[in-house]
């Protein structure tokens, strides 16, 4: 068994005297695709800003490359990116410009060649010279994307990062990374409320439910474990039980 890249343990995260996350253990191995799958409000988005740093965790611990985040952070963030389509970048610089900036604070070398790639496979050439502010949502996903993506990141987090594309592009973004996954082995835990997508990128899924995860396994193992027929008939189910 390859060790962990990420090691998750009794993560918990409290609002006042509400439990957003409850005592959730997980693990990603190296090239291994996780899928955060629940309803809304289930806990996907505020694990996530543990795992980034962003926000801090009432009690468990955190564990990525054998280091613990609470106190080797800035190693550790380093070798880690994320999308999000609710984090914006800044609005008055063009797109090849926000590229640039997140090169230089990465201390990238090469930047350039690497904009010019990731520009290239994202299909961004049309766009990247638009200022930030006046793109379409799907445009602004791509370049929360190509971010992502610039700093050749060993885990990567994505929250929904389809959710705004339109079927064709959503579907090259999944071949793309599946594509850097085989070529560098890089590690994804992605959350999206698509079932179809998450049935054919994830190798595992974890489902959360109010901050607890109720399910886990392949896509096929959840399936059978709940006798339903697909990954959203589970979904319904669980999401519907009091
Ligand atoms: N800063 C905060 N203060 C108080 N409550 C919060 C805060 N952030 C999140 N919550 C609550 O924690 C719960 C989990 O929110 P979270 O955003 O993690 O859900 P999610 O699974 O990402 O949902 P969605 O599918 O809607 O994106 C929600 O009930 C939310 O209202
Ligand atoms: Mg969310």
Redesign the pocket.
């Known amino acids: 068994m390859p060790t962990s890249v990420l090691c998750v343990q009794h993560l918990v995260?409290r609002?006042?005297g509400?439990f957003?996350?409850n005592d959730i253990s997980f693990d990603i191995k190296p090239g291994e695709i996780l899928g955060l799958l629940?309803?809304?409000?289930?806990?996907?988005?505020?694990?996530?800003?543990m795992l980034l740093g962003v926000?801090t965790p009432t009690a468990g611990s955190i564990q990525m490359f054998g280091l613990d985040l609470a106190t080797d952070r800035e190693v550790i963030l380093q070798q880690v990116n994320f999308s999000s389509t609710y984090v914006s970048l800044p609005q008055a610089l063009t797109v090849e410009e926000n590229l640039w900036v997140i090169g230089r604070l990465y201390g990238l070398s090469h930047i350039q060649e690497r904009i010019d790639d990731i520009v290239k496979r994202l299909e961004m050439e049309g766009f990247r010279h638009t200022v930030t502010r006046k793109l379409s949502s799907g445009q602004s996903t791509r370049l929360g994307l190509a971010k992502a993506f610039l700093t050749q990141p060993k885990i990567l987090f994505l929250?929904?990062p389809t959710a705004s594309l339109d079927p064709d592009i959503a579907k090259k973004i999944r071949s793309f990374l599946k594509e850097e996954r085989r070529a560098s082995g890089l590690s994804v835990l992605y959350?999206s409320?698509n079932m179809h997508e998450m049935e054919e990128m994830s190798d595992r899924i974890i489902f959360?439910q109010r901050?607890k995860i109720v399910a886990e396994g392949t896509a096929q193992e959840i399936v059978a474990q709940f006798g339903q027929a697909d990954l959203e008939e589970v979904f319904v189910k669980l999401a519907r039980e009091k």
């Open positions: 995260k609002f006042g509400f957003a996350v629940g309803p809304n409000g289930a806990g996907k988005t505020t694990t996530i800003q926000v929250d929904e959350s409320h959360l901050g």
